[in-house]
């Protein structure tokens, strides 16, 4: 029977090393896909999967098992990205005090390939990757933590560090960046 993570952690904590390696390899891959999108440089996303692992290591005392870790685990590592792309000085922070309000329907991106253009949706996919590139850090790390990650809004914000309706904000303005950023380059094709 496989144990869920906080039972890997008290597992840990009563001196079972490998239920540390267990939690590790559960995540490595996800974390690893979550910091390589947004600092665009394999050797660095691995240096900051190893540092959000050490991290989660030396705070694993701190965790609160009233929470999900996978979520506190992904706090550690968007903050290593960040902390990783501030140091590079070329990244631009979006305002996060920004509170509206948005309607959830309007934020849904249909992504599915249709059956007689896979070679053109290959294309669009490919179009939406570079325009996810360009968004900011944050817009960024909202769309790939709901769309990769499957996190709810509340996790985001959680993640994050803002409230959740600014987490909705900030992924809604994304998804409308990002669907002007791909009809634009849409456009210029035809």
Known sequence: MEKDDVQLITAYQKGDARALDELIYKYTGSVYGFVRKLVHVSTEAEDITQETFIKMWKKIDQYDTRYNFKT????????????????????????????????????????????????????????????????????????????????????IARILHIPMNTAKGQYYRAIQALKKDVNDAMDQIM
């Open 72 to 155: 506190w685990l992904f706090t550690i590592a968007r903050n290593s990205a960040i902390d990783y792309l501030r140091k590079q000085k070329n990244v631009v922070f979006s305002d996060l005090s920004d509170g509206e309000s948005i309607n959830f329907e309007d934020t849904l991106f249909d992504m599915s390939p249709l059956p007689d253009d896979l070679f053109d949706n290959k294309r669009q996919r490919e179009r939406l990757s570079i325009a996810i590139d360009k968004l900011s850090i944050q817009h960024k790390a909202v769309v790939l933590l709901k769309h990769e990650q499957d996190f709810t809004f509340e996790e």
